[in-house]
């Protein structure tokens, strides 16, 4: 029955992950003869061209043809910052169109897209038994059968070999049925098991089954995706670098202003740090911007008293002078895994903002008690190298892997489930859900994505990293009073059995030891609830 009940629970979850993951569109705009309609992406063939409007998901992986936009890849590589795209820049299905209307070519079939075969690599994962699994049903027949096959052998050979009465072989082989019953044996492992997953529960570690936790207690290594998990996922105003003659917090207020007119998300941080410091205030004497251009994938400008003012990227305010502002500053705070917003007036480059997604408080900790333990941590994301190496430097991470795709996170798994056997994988968003699925155990964040929470094994309810070494500890603990459990009942098993071959154990005291050491091993394991 609670093999039935199990393949139930992991059948239903493959089907409400393929339905959360079913993010990318059924329909698109196809553009023939020079006319629009919308038709069904399985319609669609390499080469049609599709309109791709504002706010719309793009529906085939392809090249953009015309428009410039900017674009939200993070359901496929995990980043918050959106993209920008221009003119023969590539595309991904899932992904969406922030602002302009594009127009793409199709330049993979529908069933081929990178979108799809995230949801096969999840599929693929979940479907391999786990070996505690394989060996319980290896062993439950053999077990029946043995003792059936030592029942009779006990009833029939002593009276031949022995000399006892039949009525004596007789009564030892009911004895033997009692004494063999592997109930002690069996309540080794649910109570200590239950008990484990209620007690993580009441402190916020949702565990969906007694056998993630016994891998749980064998994980060497932790791999952490980046953006959302390590970092909070929202990128915040870290360095304000004025010219000269300007304040930094006029800058950043003048910035501020341009900056309310878009709706990038890097717009928001600039405006939200303006507004909760001195900026805010100088921002409420300066006039309003007037003439207001927000120009996709490259930045804003406008008119503030009778001065134009532009904050964008390096390109749009003239790299060549960015790139040397206040000597050279830009690849000092870029090597330090921050964006930046060049900002230029009429007298040239007034200043640059950088953000950067910055480190959940309790990361550095989480890493420092995981490598307490012996734990291997590890960093896999989307994003550059000089980001990754920064991050990976503020919160102590052992090794790290760089601009690594869905795909590219499941080789890594894979390359470090080689190396350390047993690895868990911390994420939060769809484009994490493969590397969750392929690891040992896969933790996700409370607060992510239903696809991650789906696939996971283990869920952060608290969105608190520091809970993965608890969790480690507790399963630990776990494995630990399953094998005092197991060594106890098989020792009563042993002691009653020769007990009973002996001629030397009655009925009542074999059924008053069997079931002792069943209330015992019950009792050790209803412990872990106080953990």
Avoid at 196 to 208: D, M, S
Avoid at 224 to 246: Q, S
């Amino acid at each position: 029955m609670s093999g039935a009940l199990e393949q139930y629970a992991t059948d239903k979850n493959r089907r409400e992950l393929t339905r959360l993951m079913a993010l990318k569109p059924e329909t698109a705009w196809l553009i023939r003869d020079g006319r629009e309609r919308r038709v069904s992406v399985k319609a669609l063939a390499v080469g049609d061209r599709i309109r791709v409007k504002p706010g719309e998901r793009v529906p085939v992986d392809g090249r953009i043809v015309d428009g410039v936009t900017a674009v939200d890849e993070s359901a496929i590589t995990g980043e918050s910052i959106p993209v920008g795209k221009s003119p023969g820049d590539e595309v991904l299905a899932g992904t969406v169109n922030l602002r302009g209307s594009l127009v793409v070519e199709m330049t993979k079939p529908s069933g081929e897209t990178l979108f799809q075969k995230i949801m096969d690599l999840v599929e693929n994962a979940q479907s391999e038994k786990p070996p505690s699994q394989q060996f319980l049903e290896r062993f439950e027949g053999p077990y029946v059968k043995a003792v059936l096959a030592a029942t009779g052998i006990l009833l029939a050979v002593p009276p031949l070999a022995f000399g006892w009465p039949f009525s004596e072989a007789f009564y030892r082989s009911m004895v033997f049925l009692v004494v063999a019953s592997p109930c002690a044996l069996v309540a080794s492992v649910m109570p200590a098991t239950l008990a484990a997953i209620a007690g993580g529960a009441k402190r916020g570690i949702l565990v969906k089954g007694g056998v993630h936790l016994e891998h749980l207690a064998r994980v060497k290594a932790v791999a952490f995706d980046k953006t959302g998990t390590l970092t909070a996922g929202r990128p915040a105003v870290t360095d304000v670098i004025a010219r000269d003659d300007l304040d930094a917090d006029e800058l950043a207020a003048r910035v501020a202003l341009l900056e309310r007119h878009s709706g990038h998300p890097l717009a928001a941080a600039i405006v939200r740090h303006a507004a909760e410091g001195p900026a805010g205030r100088i921002a409420e004497r300066l006039p309003a911007p007037e003439a207001v251009e927000d120009i996709a994938g490259l930045g804003v400008k406008g008119v503030i008293g009778g001065d134009v003012w532009m904050a964008g990227s390096a390109s749009f305010v003239g790299r060549g002078e960015a790139e040397s502002f206040a000597g050279g500053a830009a690849g000092r705070l870029a090597d330090e895994g921050k964006t930046l917003v060049f900002v230029r007036d009429g007298r040239g480059i007034a200043g640059l903002i950088a953000l950067k997604d910055e480190l959940r408080p309790e990361a550095a900790e989480a890493v420092r008690r995981l490598r307490e333990a012996g734990i291997r941590t590890v960093m896999l994301t989307g994003d550059r190298k000089q980001t990754a190496a920064a991050i990976a430097g503020e919160s102590g991470i052992d090794e790290f892997a760089a601009e690594c795709l869905p795909e590219g996170k499941v080789r890594e798994l894979q390359s470090l489930r080689r190396r350390f056997k047993s690895v868990a994988m911390v994420g939060d968003g769809i484009n994490d859900a493969p590397a969750l699925a392929t690891a040992t155990v896969g933790i996700a964040m409370g607060g992510g994505t239903d696809a991650a929470l789906e696939v996971a094994d283990v869920v952060l309810m608290k969105n608190d990293l520091v809970k993965i070494a608890d969790a480690i500890r507790l399963a630990k603990r776990m494995n630990r009073i399953i094998r005092q459990n197991i060594a106890f009942s098989v020792a009563v098993i042993l002691l009653l059995i020769a007990a009973n071959f002996a001629q030397s154990l009655a009925l009542p005291a074999g059924v008053i030891g069997h079931e002792g050491s069943t209330i015992l091993v019950i009792l050790n394991g209803l412990r872990l609830l106080k953990s």
